[in-house]
């Protein structure tokens, strides 16, 4: 591989898939700032590190040195420019809405050294959508983690046709890196790999629910019990996050203009009354009461 090593990344985005990237990468070794605009998704997404670095150790999983060098390698600031001035990598993990992300893009083009790469989070907007704002399209790629990042093996390493040989390769070499387990796509395709998949079941199933021909909790039961999927398809989405399927379907409403992908009238409905699933309370299934 040529060029820089990456030994520094900036995580832009300190919600729930941006801390824990944040997290994994800094107890790979590697020194992380994790910056975002929201002070109190800052203070959550440390308080979460802060948490969950003593119970590893108690656990017998994480020795107290190493505990105590994650977070020493890892900051959390919301100082954009401070946080991306020195950094190899940039994974950004922002809402998923095409406008945002090209506008921070841009910014992080201005503030990033020229070798640094420029990847997306993103599990659906492609990086050639956002690749013309920036002056280095060689180093603009996919690199999509799976939620909960910390948890979930698999990064679909997405190759644009902008991007470089040199760059997927080095991202391959940073999942292995952080523990993960790498796939490389060779070309852009909406929804990549796991996503199509994934989809495809969930669109049945709510048409399956909007029909009325079963209860989401019996869909759920069929997927798990029967296909043997650790979650159904609506604990998934509650899990991932409704308003996350609501912002990919009007996306690509809005990009085809084809009205099978409009979000359907479920999933509208509950992303009106804002019940997105466990980051609020309430989605499908209610997380109000703990066990």
């Known amino acids: 591989m040529e060029g820089h090593a990456i030994n520094s990344i900036c995580i832009a985005g300190a919600g729930s898939m941006g801390h824990q990237i944040a997290l994994n990468a800094a107890l790979a070794g590697f020194k992380v700032i994790c910056t975002d605009v929201n002070e109190e998704v800052l203070q959550k997404a440390e308080q979460f590190v802060s948490n969950y670095l003593p119970e590893r150790v108690s656990k017998g999983k994480l020795k107290q040195a190493d505990a105590e060098a994650v977070k020493a390698n890892l900051i959390f600031i919301s100082d954009l420019a401070e946080a991306a001035r020195e950094a190899d990598l940039v ?8 406008e945002i992300k090209r506008q921070l893009f841009a910014q992080l083009d201005s503030l990033c050294p020229p070798h640094t790469i420029l990847a997306t989070n993103s599990s659906y907007i492609v990086s050639s959508k956002i690749v013309d704002v920036t002056s280095r399209p060689e180093k603009v790629c996919n690199m999509h983690f799976f939620n909960p990042a910390l948890v979930m093996k698999l990064v679909e390493v997405v190759k644009g046709p902008h991007t470089s040989e040199d760059t ?24 990549f790999l796991v996503n199509r998949i994934l ?28 296909l043997g999927h650790p979650l159904g398809p ?44 466990r980051k609020t309370g309430r989605g ?3 997380y109000s009461v703990k066990d």
């Open 199 to 226: 989809v495809a079941i969930r669109n049945e199933a709510i048409y399956l629910l909007d029909m009325g021909i079963a209860s989401h909790d019996d869909i759920d039961r069929a997927v798990t019990l029967a």
């Open 168 to 191: 997927t390769s080095k991202l391959m070499d940073i999942c292995v890196r952080m523990g993960k387990t790498p796939v490389l796509l060779k070309q852009e395709i909406y929804g």
């Open 234 to 277: 609506f604990g998934l989405m509650d899990l991932t996050g409704i308003d996350l399927t609501y912002y990919r379907g009007l996306e690509r409403y809005q990009e085809t203009g084809d009205p099978a992908d409009r979000p359907s009238p479920t999933i509208v409905q509950k992303f009106i009354h804002k019940e997105w699933g």
């Open 284 to 286: 499908f299934y209610d």
């Open 91 to 98: 994974i950004e993990a922002i809402i998923e809405k095409l």
